[in-house]
């Protein structure tokens, strides 16, 4: 099969030698759009591998092409986002064998034509074995603590008030054109954000501000990632590093409790670009390590900062508590981080996964509790199989001693839950609640944050409350956000299973229940559903959409969430109202990549409307 693979590559290399690039790209696009079947999709690969075979630059015009002719984006859009993520794409589709675990998964992760491939078996070992009668603490009963929850906020520092908030591109309220420029054009930005745009500073700061009033007596606060704006394609490494450099700085200065921070795939350039170490020649993200590790060290400590230097992560006992904060870098098993599309694909890139187990086992020998932050849910669509299935099995393993895990990235609130048993889903077999917070950014529904309540023993949670300031309040534009409590979790979901006392957790058992309630309650289960978006996405989600929302409730292991790949869908870039406010079907917000949104629709449209156009 090998050598089969190399005479292919080796007969497609062959016939492009002199060809000109209108050639080339006819040849990819045909082959992908003409991919019906993994099989096809796997010859297609060999195709674009026999363009790799003459270099990135290649590849890169080939893929900038295929995005002009769809019709994906903007043409500067399509050249800017090749030119970033090309490099990445060209070298793992050179490296990769095909067919191969590796090429089925990069096709259904960017085309949607193969099934996932099933988890490749790996025990995560274990110094010692799980304790058979150790159980989660029971609650003290004494007066609670605080902390907040804020995720995702994407602030656009060159947001520009009057800027055309409907333009063409991913993101708006920027003079990307003079057309775009304020006073010309017909839709103009007011001066603290737009549903079509990211964050402007003030809106960032009214957070920060709210923040401090409604809890300053707060603990810390957790902010689990993405600080950049959406506009990948012109971004540059020492704008990031700008915008990470103003983001921390605006929270020290504003925020009067320390700060518990992760890396969103948003920190990186290109964005999602995180390679493990053992990569040979890869595009480094240290600089991105270097500045987080520096802006975090005022509040986890120098010797914490060095290991977030070197890894991402970091492992940090709040002073004078029992509590434990882990933060991992889940880019590293991040689906549209291209670096994982490696040959042999690591089992555990740069030994997080062992780390992990390290600092929990210390963790339970001393009777610490345990909160792991992340941005990426380990439960959804964009993580790999087999990074969220080894992550379950020390979740499952160290369940006494995690309170909970804390999750961003979707710009959505909802949570997941892990069991010990994905085949019989009960109260009795929940073990771990992820809470997944919704964004500043306003792209899916109004800005917001959370406040926890937690036992100041077990850290279990008893509480969180949401606040939002609604982009369509009175006086948003002119005085000001205005942030208002949203909901209360106890008070909305409670009473549905009949809470037993004001002390009880909201334990795994007691989501479990509510998702329960869900499926006879839908009145219920579309309250929730309308709290994903803060009340901004006016659809009802039923029959299989019910289904599935559930079921994603249910897995905080990925290949349990339901979610089957589907052939590509189609773009369309001219109306970005109706693409960020009505398709539930991609179910978050979270950009992926804009180049695998090239290969999608590809393979969502008919070849003849491509060919149509002169190539």
């Not at 984006?73 to 191969?100: F, H, K, T, W, Y």
């Not at 990186?268 to 020649?281: K, L, R």
């Not at 990074?387 to 979707?410: C, K, P």
């Not at 009880?504 to 499926?519: D, I, Q």
Request: charged share 20%; glycine share 6%; aromatic share 10%.
């Amino acid at each position: 099969m090998i050598w089969t693979t190399v005479l292919h590559v080796i007969a497609i290399a062959a016939s492009l030698v002199g060809a000109q690039d209108p050639l080339t790209t006819q040849q990819f696009i045909s082959g992908i759009q003409g991919a019906t079947t993994c099989g096809e999709c796997q010859s297609a690969l060999l195709t674009l591998k026999g363009i790799a075979f003459f270099g990135d630059d290649r590849v890169i015009a080939s893929l900038a092409r295929a995005c002009k002719l769809t019709n994906a984006e903007d043409n500067d859009v399509c050249d800017g986002i090749m030119a970033q993520e090309g490099p990445i794409l060209a070298r793992a589709i050179r490296e990769m064998d095909v067919p191969s675990h590796t090429s089925k998964l990069f096709c259904t992760t960017l085309m949607g034509l193969c099934d996932i491939p099933e988890v490749r078996p790996y025990n995560v070992t274990f110094p010692k074995p799980k304790p058979a009668n150790l159980a989660r603490p029971e609650p003290s009963g004494k007066s609670p603590i605080k902390f907040v929850h804020f995720s995702d906020i994407h602030v656009d520092l060159e947001y520009e008030t009057g800027s055309n908030y409907n333009c063409t591109k991913p993101i708006c309220c920027r003079s990307y054109t003079e057309e775009d420029a304020p006073g010309n054009n017909t839709y103009p930005a007011g001066p603290n954000g737009n549903h079509l745009c990211d964050v402007p500073k003030s809106l960032e700061e009214s957070m920060y501000e709210t923040i401090k009033d409604v809890a300053s007596d707060a603990a810390f606060a957790i902010f689990t990632g993405d600080i950049p704006e959406h506009a990948v394609w012109i971004v540059e490494k020492a704008g990031v590093k700008h915008s990470i450099d103003s983001a921390y700085s605006t929270m020290a200065k504003i925020l009067p409790m320390p700060v518990y921070g992760t890396l969103g795939n948003h920190e990186a350039v290109p964005c999602n670009s995180f390679p493990h170490q053992e990569i040979e020649d890869a595009i480094s993200s240290q600089w991105v390590y270097d500045i987080v590790s520096k802006k975090w060290r005022t509040w986890i400590g120098n010797n914490n900062a060095r290991i977030a230097d070197r890894y991402g992560a970091y492992s940090y006992l709040v002073p004078q508590t029992k509590l434990r904060v882990i933060s991992i870098n889940t880019n590293l098993f991040y689906a549209f981080n291209f670096w994982v599309f490696e040959k042999e694909m690591t089992f555990d890139p740069d030994n997080q996964f062992a780390w992990l187990v390290s600092e929990l086992q210390a963790a339970e020998d001393a009777g610490e509790r345990v909160y792991i932050i992340g941005h990426m849910p380990p439960g959804r669509h964009d993580a790999l199989y087999d990074g969220s299935n080894y992550l379950d099995q020390i979740v499952n393993r160290y369940e006494a001693t995690i309170a909970a895990m804390f999750w961003g990235h979707t710009h959505q609130d909802h949570f997941e839950l892990s069991y010990s048993d994905y085949s019989k889903r009960s109260h009795l077999t929940a073990s771990m609640m992820s809470y997944i917070s919704p964004s500043l950014t306003p792209t899916s529904g109004s800005p917001a944050f959370r406040v926890f309540t937690v036992d100041p023993d077990t850290f279990g949670v008893l509480d969180f409350e949401v606040y939002t300031a609604p982009l369509e309040a009175e006086g948003f534009q002119t005085t000001g956000p205005t942030w208002k409590p949203y909901y209360s979790a106890r008070e909305a979901y409670g009473s549905l299973v009949n809470l037993s006392s004001s002390s009880a957790e909201l334990t795994p058992a007691f989501w479990h229940n509510v998702t329960s309630v869900f499926e006879s309650n839908d009145t219920a289960f579309q309250q929730y559903y309308s709290r994903k978006s803060r009340g901004w996405n006016k659809g009802n989600c039923t029959e299989e959409c019910k289904v599935d929302e559930i079921c994603q409730l249910r897995a905080a292991e990925a290949q349990h969430n339901c979610l089957t790949p589907s052939r590509g869908y189609a773009l369309d870039s001219g109306n970005r109202q109706a693409r960020l406010r009505g398709d539930e079907s991609m179910h978050d917000e979270c950009h992926s990549s804009r180049a695998a949104m090239v290969f999608q629709s590809l393979v969502g449209q008919p070849k003849q409307e491509i060919f149509r156009q002169d190539l």
